[in-house]
């Protein structure tokens, strides 16, 4: 059994990462941590019947595990990084503070200088749809962020192919459940204020997330500079779904472009592309570790890419854990499906 | 026109008796205080398209007004309430620090002592449909609290007749909407903990409210100690019912029973009684400012009442605004239908 | 008083449309239809405190009426406005059988030939905003769909100008309430089915919508055939969001964007521009009949606009009396405040 | 491997079996039935990346599985149940058709006559913590319904020790996710209808599920005649809350009412007691098998006992597949937690 433990355990991503492992067939839980909880139990914060200890950061036993989830807030994490990396320990970190491999990029859209610009570029980008081979290797993972795994799953087979139209505008609309907020109270996750009304928030290229997704176009040959991303929060407590617009450079028909999804994702475990006619939908993927994926043909020049994923499955502690299983050379979907 | 002032106007209760009084026919708005938000326009706070400037509550401008809507949290209402009085202006309080008149009984509920208890005999407590005649005539209306509005408006008919079982429990299970909780983000109104959930809360004869209904109760010759009060927070917006199981000192003919809600509240115009066979339910009284009750005979001793109101309505400020024309001779619907 | 009947008046249209017309200050209603209800009082449909009857179609006395609201479904309209035409009556027509000016357009999109062509001249399409002047004068209103108002009110300012980029895409992705949908129960709009999900259908070119839409868009001389509609359901009552995404002819700057927008609306008492750095939610116009619409600059060329609409008040009952107010000379706002 | 069959497969109750047992260790799936999809694959009815083929009742091969589930609406179960039976295979029945041991009674209550009312003597009705070891001997067990199986644990403590006062009534207050209703679309379950609104229904002695519980109480020597019942629907996908009001015939302690509850419960490995102070909620058991349960003391003859379960899982599928499990010797909880 690998041993595993989680830093900030208290948070919907920490929770739900605990609740992977803790029913993980190769994997064993040390230790979970909360700043705001420690010295409680998990079932005091939320109604399971297991009971889990959360213990101060400074006191988790790091010598005593093979891998941690860094589960912290961006900025909170990087220190906590650095001290798992400097005693042997594996990292697969959450935050996104090991996402961007330029860090003066990273302050730039964070507002703090990274404590660790070395390590950005042992770093490796967990979409193991697109890295596979390089998750495998590495001993630092930073897992995407939910919005960009979505977005880079509808995107990765026409940059794979070279299809897109590097002139054109890439437009990414998308729709997110609340646990994507965190858990901590805010007016803006208060029931009354998002129950019944749907937001645009930091529409155009201004949310933080622009930054990952370009960087994870542009690595693969594609127009990054080109994304125009609008995120929207909905009144659904867990799931995500962006609905994807692209220009062709060339004529692409409707069973090609259906067949590149198809066979690009044909030997993914937790990607699945629907039939033609079939529309990706946020219960598609509710509650489960998967990416689902549609592709609707307008024109030859145009598609529509709906990608559905859950914000804390495939687009947080799901992928945290199918990263885990590669990097310890476990089955990829063990604790998963 | 009479000139109206509003305390905590940023809140729930305060946005809704602003957004009552400025369509009133007979009112004015002269000033809304804000401590939180003090120096914002209402339109930053909530997405209305008119402009209402919030000052702080040390800038009101007493002396310009006639009445002012004190929707100030418990014990915070007391020491503005003193002020208004002492500069003439009638006042309607929709905290709940002159509903008791027992100022030992409010400080072992609310936990601070009461710094006017000389006021509480001047104060009326203003259920219109019991006490519209002493309403009338006061200058320090305490409006009632959602919970005990829904539950007495219940159980007046059998109290004004004196057909309760005395030895037997009164107990309202009760459901409210997450506006009753008030807009200061918690983690007990975070759309994630909300949504898809029910829970109870303060249930037997522990929540505040069983003080105030029971004095209600009592004053109608009833046996209030034997109240027993479960509320329940729902994923709704808005919105309350008590359903209510009483027993009968006397055998009691359906419609005798019927009879007696129906002529109890013929005249009413804020309160409607359904005709039998129909239950009331939250969509009955939704952004309204009314009540509406249906009766339900199990046998001869036992009913069930159900009793909606929407808690910013009649169960806060509909109802405050009901009782401000009574207060000043106008028509007892203005604003309100 | 005008006299006003409003068939198939127990839909959320109609029903909307009678709660509107039954406080409208110069209006009276004298008739209600509902085919599947006739017999019955609204209040047995719909949970409210007031009694109207519910006539058959074939009842509907239009010789005593000025003016009537066809609230009826898609192709069942027709026939009732030719009758009402016939009467002399005035028609503000709440289906989409006289939206589209080619009776061959509209078999092609609702699958049936068209009963009365040559009254598709006559019918105006009822965006006041855009047609204030034919609006007028006209006795047989084409009042526009949801998604058609949400989206061409978004672009209204850009095709007046003639800004767009004729060979770019328009790109409107939309979110919808369920109402939106009708009251006739089916899977689609089931509860369990609607709730936490959020779900994309007719995507691309292939809503009904479409052809409204790019009738409305060619008509401004803008390029209609460029536009790509893609509608999702939300688990949300009442509501509509189009973020809508064009591009630009020529440069133009941030603030010339803002002004275009505020000083095309700014006469305008049921569209409201907002300022700059707010977006447009469903929360600003829910349970109003406004529309609120927010521009949002990325560069010279691109654009993003959220419009928002209730899509029962500005997408359906209250246009619908917006433009029964132009018609008649009345104040365009009566009962719509 | 046990064989297994699923007699209507495609409503929310029969979908939650199949779910259960595709993953369960023990068991393995050989047919599944849907008269309204038949020729269907079960991914055409729900977004589930696996495929079912649904075959008409009359093709199910009954000689090739050990046990049935009977999802199948009241009143059609009966002659299902009977065949399989005739077969010679275990059934598990989640209709009420074999609840009521009382063949008259379930006529009055279900409308039709009773087909098998000798079968009605060998059914035996599966609350294991109750009936555990006739559960193990049955070839024909008549699944609890939600309401009663929430209701029952709540009692079953006190009425197993003989406190309850027999001649007070017990008042349940129940409330329950919509999926409780079934998948048949109708006005009642159209979401509009049900979202932002709470509503009782069939409250008293009306509902169904009365005679069920009359029945239950009747058997552990309570007064079952005495029970009053108040359901409600609520805007929640899944779930089932009652709050269950008792009266005690003798004084009893805070502490002996919690140590009653524990120790009736310690040893289920379904059901958890919450310690004192904390109050059952549907987050408690939502998408669980497990009912959870809280004991709140009033005074030494009231209590409010809380009792969650998911009104699919230890509600329906998961107290069916609870006592598949039993009846088959193996572990209680395979396929469950």
Known sequence: ????????????????????????????????TSESSAGQMLSELYPVPWEVPLTPLADAPLAEVDAVF????????????????QAGVRVIDLSADFRLVDAELYQKWYGVPHEAPALLNQAVYGLPEINRARVRETDLLANPGCYPTSVLLALYPLLKARLLDAAAPIIAD??????????????????????????????????????EMAQGITQ??????KLIFSPHLTPISRGMLSTVYVSLADDLSSSAAQNLYAETYAAEPMVRVLPTGQLATMAHTQRTHLGVISVTWINPRQLIICS?????????????VQNFNIMFGLEETAGLL
Chains 1, 2, 3, 4 share one sequence.
């Open 220 to 225: 693969l040959g594609g127009p990054g500079h």
């Open 70 to 85: 860094c589960c912290l807030p961006h900025g909170a994490s990087m220190s906590t990084v650095i001290v798992a990396r």
């Open 174 to 211: 998308s729709k997110s459940g609340v646990s994507g907020a965190g858990r901590k109270p805010t007016l803006k996750t208060h029931f009354v204020e998002v129950n019944e009304n749907l937001s645009p928030y930091n529409i155009g290229q201004s949310h933080r997330h622009v930054a």
């Open 308 to 320: 559905s994923i859950d914000n804390l499955g495939k687009g947080a502690a799901g992928q945290a």
């Open 1 to 32: 059994m690998i041993k595993v433990g989680i830093f900030g355990a208290s948070g919907y991503t920490g929770f739900e990462t605990l609740s992977i492992i803790r029913k993980h067939p190769a994997a064993t839980l040390v230790f979970a």
